[in-house]
């Protein structure tokens, strides 16, 4: 089932409130006063008022919504339209952005992260808070309701998966704060009207039968008196953008079969398996592997038998593309080759990706068909009729 957040919007404010333990954490890790905030995701606005009352900082903030938007405007905050895969900010704006809650709707965390790069400053620093799937089954309603469980572990992201997205963007992890602490807990008033609301997301993706039944449980144990011993806590990611004099790019000829597949993941040509990766490396008769920060930010390779070679995996992160980072490979490629013909020529191939034939011309490629040769050819073969 979908979320429909302009509908969403209208309970929103009476469940939602801002947890002012995590504005102060954002406090303790850094100075905010004059700086840029962006708060991504921010629904209508509640961290972003609360936010706004302790700092002099310059916070905006980011929802698809236009429901939940209009009620933020409504507060006077500065709020746009915007998603994972375009933030209408100029690059290197923000100097601190952070989400609430909000990871396990974002269906593309590599193009989140890239676009987290783009406008954020070198040396700036982003918060996710969010649950481990560890922290999703301890939560106290858990009991009343154990089919959101697993509802909730399909749609969020576990820690090591949002870590991993957010090295393929070159985002370092910072830190790790998990609030997980034993508590006894009991059933409020409020809890009950929250629940009544549907004011979290997941009870609107359990079926009836399940939420009626979660729903009568819980008012009985209010009506014991029942208490509760939780552990439940959340999870802040801190990770953080190299700062300017930390990313200068630098060229080598190795990359680990986890980065080759980040890279792959990253540009959308998808993961292959890491066996046949380690193979189709340890193969190649040139790599070229681009760097900052100690990241594999983008490569290229070549095989060749002694008379043709083929130029392939040409790739570069989104967030480090249109630097010349491309360029530069191409031109590490260009020089392997013209080593290698010095021994009576060599014809190249290379497949273009699609719309990118005229970055390969500037480097005496020819589109094919032409007057001289057919157009290339390819096919997939496999028993198994899979992907790599």
Known sequence: MSMNYN???????LTRVANIDILNRFAQELSLDGINILDFGCGTGNFTCALRKLTSANIYGVEPSDGMREKAVAKGLNVKKGDHTGLPFADNFFDFIYMTDVIHHVPDLYAMFAEFMRVLKPGGHICILTESHEQLGTRFWAKHFPSTVTVERERYPDIPVIIEAAKSASLSSHKTVVTDEEKTVAISEDFIRLVENKGYSMFHLINDEDYDAGLSALKSDYQKGETFTSTHGETLLWLKKAAANDMSITYTAHITVDEYNLLREAVGWGMCKPDRVQVALERSDFLTVAQAGGNSVGMARVVHDGLQALVMDVM?????????????????VMKFLDELSQDGGIFVNLM?????????????????????RGPGMTQWISREGKAL
Not at 316 to 327: D, E, H, N, S, T
């Open 352 to 372: 273009s990706a699609l719309g990118k034939d005229g970055f390969y011309e500037q480097f005496g490629f020819e589109r094919r068909p032409n007057d001289k």
């Open 316 to 332: 570069v992160l989104p967030a480090y593309q249109g630097q010349g980072i491309g360029k530069a490979l191409m031109k590490n």
């Open 7 to 13: 509908v969403l919007a209208e309970k929103y404010d």
